[in-house]
């Protein structure tokens, strides 16, 4: 593992608070590996042997069922997954991939334990993760269920403008397969509620998304605290679907004009 990339590391809120020699101890039996596009790093039911930090690259996780895969989010760096399978000791309930080339660093299980039985700091900010891991995902079931494909797709892109700073042009995150996946879609579904939603004050050329009519995209999502958030917990947590870490900011994002 390369030095540098200790700081950002320590700096993720579920290490930040950890004894220092703790943390040394931690990353010590840790190491990094870069990963080709389209490696499979995990397989639901498979023991949790590592936390998994990205570092470079992204992943997405996934499920299955009878031969049908659905996206369940898409790791950005710098974040973790899957937190809480690594601390109970249990099976993975999602298979991960790489998305691109990606370097990743894998932190044994039972070291990972250890360390939560004898460090308070610690233990504290593991369960601050994962009670803003189940936050987020009560949000997420609760769009899923009360809004129909139209109005979670217009929730979708108004939350990622929310996020980059109330911008009215950006690129998407994730590519629209995964993106119609996560939202409970098929491609072409998604595809048509893309074009449905020109006349609801947003507008999609390729990944780009333009906001036209941001009071009347807002007045269709009628965003809810309750679903929408914020919530800082949430994304401090590493889990906000469908993508994780953050919004990439391309070269060509503009800011609403004020």
């Not at 070291?111 to 949000?139: H, W």
């Amino acid at each position: 593992m390369r030095q540098e990339d200790l700081p950002e590391i320590r700096q993720l809120p579920l290490f930040r608070a950890m004894a220092h020699e703790n943390f040394e101890a931690l990353m010590e039996k840790s190491y990094a590996q870069n990963f080709p596009a389209g490696l499979e790093l995990i397989r639901q039911g498979d023991p949790a042997d590592f936390l998994h930090v990205v570092l470079e690259g992204s992943v997405e996780l996934f499920a299955s069922w009878s031969d049908r895969d659905c996206t369940m989010a898409v790791v950005h760096p710098v974040s973790t997954f899957i937190l809480a399978a690594c601390i109970k000791d249990a099976p993975y309930l999602m298979s991960a991939r790489t998305l691109e080339r990606s370097r990743l660093i894998l932190v044994p299980s039972g070291d990972l334990r250890q360390v939560f039985r004898g460090d308070p700091d610690f233990a504290v900010s593991v369960i601050n993760e994962l009670a803003a891991c189940y936050r987020t995902m009560v949000r997420n079931a609760k769009s899923l269920k009360l809004r129909n494909s139209r109005e979670r797709v217009a929730s979708y892109l108004l939350r990622q403008s929310r996020l980059a700073g109330d911008v009215v042009s950006y690129i998407l995150p994730v590519e629209k397969r995964l993106l119609a996946s996560y939202l409970g879609m098929t491609p072409e579904n998604l595809s048509r509620t893309l074009r449905m939603l020109e006349k609801d004050g947003v507008k999609i050329d390729g990944m780009r998304v333009i906001i036209t009519d941001r009071a009347k995209l807002t007045a269709l999502v009628q965003p809810d605290l309750l679903i929408d958030g914020p919530d800082p917990d949430a994304a401090s947590a590493g889990i906000g679907l469908p993508m994780i870490g953050g919004i990439p900011r391309s070269p060509g994002t503009r800011r609403r004009q004020a």
